[in-house]
């Protein structure tokens, strides 16, 4: 074998081992029905930390928020699983996605886990940390609580929707442990 044959077979290599390991930072590669089942039912886990973030800063947030502005809830909802990534805003994401879809039991529960991310004490997870961009510009704490609000308030009978002026709107979060994510795999 020549010098530059083993060149090339270890450039080869090398770019295959990077496109590898490119695939174990990323979720599934595209939305299956059983991806799309879990969806509609509240039960998508973004489980990718940290090895998720230079895509997620690097594509994956800018086709999110495009989406998330055009309200293209689908585009959303295939863009923020497909990239596993785990903060409070892909929960938001989730959440807005799911409800733009008609699927509230869903939307509540991932506005849910999006507070409870960003309520928590891991600053891994809060969109608006240090190492990352400030949440696409969007006060996510907020948004969440008022989008969780209004869905929670329309499963209530009227009588007990009403709110005195000038109160924060009234969320409901189920007992913290069946909130609890499992730590990130990667």
């Not at 960003?118 to 008022?146: K, N, P, W, Y």
């Not at 009227?158 to 994510?181: D, N, S, W, Y």
Request: hydrophobic residues 40%; positive net charge.
């Amino acid at each position: 074998m020549t010098m530059i044959s083993r060149s090339r077979s270890r450039s080869a290599f090398a770019g295959l081992a990077l496109l590898a390991l490119g695939a174990c930072a990323t979720g599934p590669e595209a939305m299956t029905p059983e991806l799309w089942q879990q969806f509609r039912e509240g039960r998508i886990v973004q489980d990718c930390g940290a090895a998720c973030l230079p895509s997620w800063l690097g594509s994956d947030s800018n086709v999110a928020k495009a989406a998330y502005d055009k309200a293209d809830w689908r585009m959303l909802a295939e863009t923020v699983i497909l990239s596993g990534y785990r903060t409070d805003q892909t929960y938001f994401y989730l959440g807005r996605a799911a409800e733009g879809l008609g699927h509230a039991p869903a939307a509540i529960r991932y506005y849910q886990l999006s507070l409870t991310l960003h309520r928590g004490a891991d600053q891994r997870f809060h969109c608006s940390s240090s190492r990352s961009e400030i949440c696409d510009g969007l006060a996510i704490e907020a948004l969440t609580v008022q989008r969780l609000a209004a869905l929670q308030a329309a499963r209530r009978p009227a009588a007990q929707q009403r709110q005195r002026p000038g109160t924060a709107p009234q969320i409901e979060l189920p007992p913290a442990r069946e909130l609890e994510l499992p730590p990130p795999r990667r």
